[in-house]
């Protein structure tokens, strides 16, 4: 069971994008660099003023129902 609102769920379902920010139930930060096939979350890097992909793939998913059950949301 998920600690994400249905709404939250929901909303990212229909709103995901290339480049979101994306976080788990463990409050972890991801970012969205490949939309398709596969959906894959990069690491945040640190430093500057906006979160950008560090390169490391940090999760990766069939579906965006894969995704949101494994617990990865938008932010």
């Not at 990069?42 to 490391?56: C, I, K, Y």
Request: aromatic share 6%.
């Amino acid at each position: 069971m998920s600690i994400w609102s249905e709404e939250l769920q929901e909303e990212t379902r229909k709103g995901l994008f290339l480049c979101a920010l994306v976080k788990d139930e463990s409050h972890n930060y991801g970012i969205v660099t490949e939309i398709g096939k596969k959906i894959i979350i990069q690491g945040v890097e640190n430093g500057g003023s906006l979160p950008a992909p560090n390169g490391e793939i940090i999760a990766t998913f069939d579906s965006v129902d894969n995704m949101i059950d494994a617990g990865w949301v938008l932010d």
